[in-house]
């Protein structure tokens, strides 16, 4: 089977039922998919399929196909940084940074809209995540300080 992961094709010789976080991770070399609940519920594992964040634990290989996936190493172009990364950055957000990847996905579908979220649909789109380092206040001031500089009012 072939996907579109970061804008290239690369071909899985898996099983199209096998865990999608499990080859985007170990047979595609994709460490910035983490595996954390294995049922979808703590966002870890969050990439973009087709712009929109999807959890991959919960997620069959198959239903990758076709599509176009973003994982974090996607994220940025030309060796920029994504205001999302750079205010996750400026705003010291990350503590362990396990959790820090899906939601780095999820901010970046936020930011990338076509319209600037309000800090509750931020806040409803983050509350999907779960950070055990307590980071959530500092990764809400990073993602909304992105948010103003991609949408300036």
């Known amino acids: 089977m072939e996907i579109n992961v970061n804008g290239g094709a690369r071909h899985c010789d ?25 049922e979808g519920h703590c966002g870890a594992c969050t990439v973009l399929v087709d712009g929109r964040p999807a959890t991959t634990c919960d997620m069959p290989l198959s239903a990758l196909e076709g599509r176009q996936v973003t994982t974090p190493e996607g994220v940025g172009a030309g060796g920029q940084l994504h205001p999302v990364q750079a205010a996750l950055l400026e705003h010291q957000a990350g503590q362990c940074g396990f959790c820090l990847s899906g939601i780095l996905m999820t901010a970046v579908a936020l930011v990338d809209g076509e319209r600037p979220p309000s800090e509750q649909e931020v806040r409803a789109a983050l509350d999907r995540h779960l950070c055990r380092c307590g980071s959530q206040h500092r990764i809400l001031q990073a993602v909304l300080a992105a948010v103003r500089k991609v949408h300036p009012a």
Do not use: E, F, Q, W
């Not at 199209?16 to 609940?37: E, F, K």
């Open 14 to 38: 898996a099983p199209a039922t096998s865990m999608a976080a499990y080859v985007l991770r170990n047979d595609l070399g994709l460490a910035g998919v983490r595996l954390g609940c294995g």
